[in-house]
């Protein structure tokens, strides 16, 4: 047994490690400073709770989190449908089509929706081409187009949990429901669709929780009225060089997640995987 | 013995990966920040290329400038960067807060040849340029707005605006669209602020684009998605020259200067400062010229210039008359004074 642990620690020295020292010391040594400010210990909580400013920039994070979240899953659930049921070279092409975007770069991919959203590109020359709209759409630089660029990058996240989940109901229990005399609808509600919550669950706590983190796509296809919490970080440390405040929205930040994390573990199974069963 | 060279290997291993700097930064060449684009260039081959050659020296170019970044250095103590090109509030706040060497006139004769705007304790004007009003010629063939007045007046030039993200230089376009003369625009005063902020709110339903990065502007207005901005004039200029479809006017523009200045801690201050000295000798001052896009600052460097050369001059008097100068320490004060409000206004 205790060669057994020193065996266990030995493997995970290394990584441990280097999380500790590269990661985790630094981290810890900058949320520190949100204790700093000349003003008091919590003065910069204090600050962010009574800022309307940014309390918006926190509630703005987390409605766009939801958005994000529910298109995703409202995209994601008949994909990952098809994707359970298709077989052969249609599965390799679909599932390629899934991955692919998460190997290229999200700058190069944000860029990409930068040029087919602006005012004279191709989606707004289709829109006016169509008759839907004379004058050209504002599709970049506001709200529409942080959520387009997010649900693109996002969206593997959310169908690959329900993929997962999808492929592990059996098809039997689809059959004795159909056997035993349900319709489609009801074998439907009742069999297949709670056999995939778990699946939605874990691509929904996954998407809002990147969505909540997300700097880079905001920040080239948003406005200034679409600003998230990640941008308010960089405004503190980059435009104010206060550093106590970005510490302190770093901690908000983590600790909406960790709270939200919590909440997911306790209906999501997170030592059995993301992929519910 | 075997300890010992086994810990001075160690800690050569360190080292080279970069875990353990010495004090004195000796195996790093002299580095110049800048802010990229036109200006980088401008700076690299009228001055900082020259001035390494000069010395036989190596000399790293990087950009882009980021105060932050040089704040965190200075903390560290491990300054990368050992002259910055910064803006000037820059040079105000860096004597504030204390992440900036004071600048030792001594070793810089030829800073006497600088008007009193373009000096701070801890920075130095080596070139100039303006934040100008542009458009696209998509929008406006015959051309666009003339002054900030025309810029406001979204009924005659219709179409979407850029405007910089932060205060600075959105406090005098805002104040000269009121109707301000360029004279009036300072001292900064709690109604004057409250005045521009009253005219930005005009006009901010029609800005797209609050820009941060000086390339944006050229970009947005050549593909049309703005159609008038305000933008950086070497930048425009750089633009144009490469055929870009926008044009510009200098009337009514900021001019500014671009400040040099030193990160507190450098290993090579002496050398920063003797850098500092070499691009205000009038002879290099001149090497800005045929680059077309940002000014020299010494006068004597401007004498006997052509007309049209002369555009590009911001500090002449021809050019000046139709300007403002932008005021860098009551710049620093309205940014100091509207961070937060600022940003409220932003998301208004």
Same mark, same amino acid.
């Given at each position: @047994? ?91 092409? @679909? ?132 600003? @998230? ?49 | ?48 290329? $020259? ?106 030039? $219709? ?85 870009? $479809? ?70 002449? $008097? ?31």
């Amino acid at each position: @047994m205790n060669g057994r642990r020193i065996e266990v620690l030995a493997l995970l020295a290394p990584a441990l490690i280097l999380t500790l020292v590269v990661f985790v010391l630094p981290l810890v040594r900058f949320l520190s400073l949100a204790f700093t400010a000349p003003e008091g210990t919590f003065a910069t909580f204090v600050a962010l709770a009574e800022s309307p400013v940014y309390r918006r920039v926190m509630l703005n994070s987390f409605v766009v989190a939801a958005v994000v979240t529910a298109i995703t899953a409202a995209l994601a659930w008949p994909l990952a449908y098809l994707l359970a049921r298709v077989r052969g070279l249609w599965f390799t092409l @679909m599932i390629y089509g899934v991955l692919f975007p998460l190997w290229i770069s999200i700058l190069v991919r944000t860029y990409s929706w930068m040029l087919l959203l602006e005012r004279h590109g191709p989606v707004n020359r289709a829109i006016q081409a169509m008759g839907i709209s004379d004058t050209p759409l504002p599709l970049l630089f506001n709200h529409t187009g942080v959520l387009v660029g997010m649900v693109h990058v996002l969206l593997p996240y959310m169908v690959l949990p329900l993929y997962g989940a999808m492929r592990a109901i059996d098809p039997r229990l689809m059959q004795a429901s159909d056997g035993l005399g349900a319709g489609l609808w009801q074998s439907f509600r009742r069999i297949w669709l709670p056999l995939t919550l778990p699946g939605l669950a874990g691509g929904a706590t996954f998407v809002f929780l990147l969505s909540l983190g997300f700097y880079i796509t905001p920040a080239l296809l948003g406005g200034r009225t679409s600003i @998230m919490l990640p941008t308010l970080i960089v405004a503190f440390i980059t435009e104010h060089f206060n550093w106590p405040m970005a510490a302190a929205a770093s901690i908000a930040l983590l600790a909406a997640v960790a709270v939200l994390m919590l909440a997911a573990t306790r209906f999501l199974k997170l030592d059995r995987g993301m992929f519910a069963r | 013995m075997q300890r010992r060279s086994f810990m001075i290997g160690a800690t050569a291993l360190a080292a080279a990966s970069g875990l353990i700097r010495p004090a004195h930064a000796q195996g790093r060449p002299f580095t110049f920040t800048s802010w990229g684009g036109a200006l980088s260039d401008a700076e690299r081959n009228a001055f900082i290329d $020259p001035f390494a050659a000069m010395k036989g020296i190596e000399a790293i170019n990087t950009s882009p400038t980021e105060t932050a970044k040089t704040i965190a250095m200075v903390e560290a103590k491990k300054v990368e960067w050992d002259l910055v090109c910064e803006g000037g509030t820059v040079a105000f706040q860096g004597e504030q807060m204390g992440f900036l060497e004071v600048l030792d006139l001594s070793k810089i004769p030829n800073a006497a040849a600088l008007p009193d705007a373009m000096k701070a304790p801890c920075g130095l004007v080596t070139s100039t340029g303006a934040t100008i009003i542009a458009w696209s010629e998509s929008a406006f063939p015959d051309g666009g707005p003339q002054s900030w007045a025309e810029f406001w007046d979204v009924a005659r030039f $219709p179409g979407p605006r850029g405007l910089y993200t932060e205060f600075t230089y959105n406090y005098e376009a805002a104040l000269l669209a009121a109707g301000l003369k360029a004279e009036e625009i300072y001292p900064v005063t709690p109604e004057k602020i409250e005045m521009a902020f009253g005219k930005i709110r005009e006009i901010k339903p029609h800005v797209t684009v609050w820009w941060g990065s000086g390339a944006q502007p050229p970009q947005l207005l050549s593909t049309g998605e703005l159609a008038a901005s305000s933008a950086w004039s070497g930048r425009m200029l750089a633009a144009k020259a490469e055929g870009a $479809p926008v044009g510009f006017t200098f009337r009514d523009g900021v001019a500014w200067g671009n400040w040099w200045v030193i990160p507190k801690g450098s290993p090579y201050v002496d050398l920063a400062h003797e850098a500092i000295n070499f691009a205000l000798d009038v002879e290099n001052q001149k090497k800005l010229l045929p680059l077309k896009t940002y000014g020299p600052v010494v006068s004597a460097a401007t004498e006997g210039l052509s007309p049209e050369d002369s555009e590009i001059l911001v500090m002449a $008097p021809q050019n000046l008359e139709h300007m403002l100068l932008l005021n860098e320490k009551e710049g620093w004060g309205y940014t100091e004074a509207t961070l937060g409000s600022w940003q409220q206004l932003m998301m208004e």
